[in-house]
């Protein structure tokens, strides 16, 4: 998946440092990240790159031996040999620890971003020093980054494996998936599996099994991967303004391969081997 990037080690330990000229500038703009690429390999501007005269920068991770910046404030103009790539660049980008990187920058990007303000009172919210959290001095509100709870689901039915594709809409993804779904409140992450699969498919399920979880930035969301098996009738009933399809598939006939990138398609290509049995 997007985040195995050993042995490369992902460090989000958060402390207050100076960037060097070496180190690596994340930069965005209008859903957008700055790269190049060279030999079909994705790179960021290093800190020396970036010249103009105010900038707003912080610290976000370290991956092994290489630290990335975030400009907060963004470029002013552009930059030469670097040009703007939309972040389903990541998705199969070389080396995967730089996409990894990149998307996960710019969900702490969008974060600061979108919280400029106390949500409470209006006043300017201040970074931390200590920890990753901005607060507001005059009324004591503390933002952490958004990660929002959410589930991917592997419907069962013997050797049949339940996929979905969602509707037509701007932005979405149309391709085969599981079913999935973010956690309400009050709400176990098994009691999300049964709500969501009675809500997208009409289905009733039973003997749910963690399975493993994702972080998956571009939607600042944790997934959860649950494995269980239809309970009861069979026949599937769409929610048509979420799903346009909903099929079973045999074992042996299902026309998603594992990318490497995502939750949804390492548990399709669990159950095709039979994986599954053994949770």
């Given at each position: 998946m997007i985040q195995d990037i050993a042995p490369k080690k992902y460090v989000n330990h958060y402390e207050e440092q100076s960037p060097t000229a070496e180190d690596w500038m994340l930069v965005y703009r209008d859903g957008k990240v700055l790269c190049r690429f060279d030999n079909e390999k994705m790179y960021f501007p290093k800190v020396k790159e970036i010249t103009q005269e105010e900038q707003d920068v912080t610290y976000l991770f370290t991956?092994?031996?290489?630290?990335?910046?975030?400009?907060?404030?963004?470029?002013?103009?552009?930059?030469?040999?670097?040009?703007?790539?939309?972040?389903?660049?990541?998705?199969?980008?070389?080396?995967?620890?730089?996409?990894?990187?990149?998307?996960?920058?710019?969900q702490l990007f969008d974060w600061y971003r979108s919280n400029k303000f106390c949500g409470r009172c209006g006043k300017s919210m201040v970074p931390d020093h200590k920890e990753r959290m901005v607060h507001c001095e005059c009324c004591g509100n503390m933002v952490y980054p958004k990660i929002c709870p959410g589930i991917i689901v592997a419907v069962t039915n013997g050797d049949k494996l339940l996929l979905t594709k969602y509707a037509p809409a701007p932005g979405r993804n149309t391709n085969y998936a599981l079913v999935a779904g973010f956690t309400e409140i009050g709400e176990t992450l098994e009691e999300t599996v049964q709500r969501e699969v009675m809500e997208e498919v009409g289905l009733k399920v039973k003997n749910i099994r963690y399975y493993k979880s994702q972080p998956w930035s571009f939607s600042s969301t944790l997934l959860c991967g649950f494995f269980c098996e239809v309970d009861g009738d069979t026949d599937i009933t769409l929610d048509t303004e979420e799903l346009a399809v909903g099929e079973w598939f045999d074992r042996d006939n299902i026309p998603v391969e594992d990318d490497g990138v995502s939750l949804t398609r390492e548990m399709i290509g669990v159950f095709k081997i039979g994986g599954e049995k053994n949770l």
């Open positions: 991956i092994s031996d290489e630290r990335f910046f975030l400009l907060k404030n963004g470029l002013d103009g552009e930059l030469e040999g670097y040009g703007w790539e939309k972040p389903v660049i990541f998705r199969n980008a070389r080396p995967q620890y730089r996409g990894f990187a990149g998307i996960t920058g710019m």
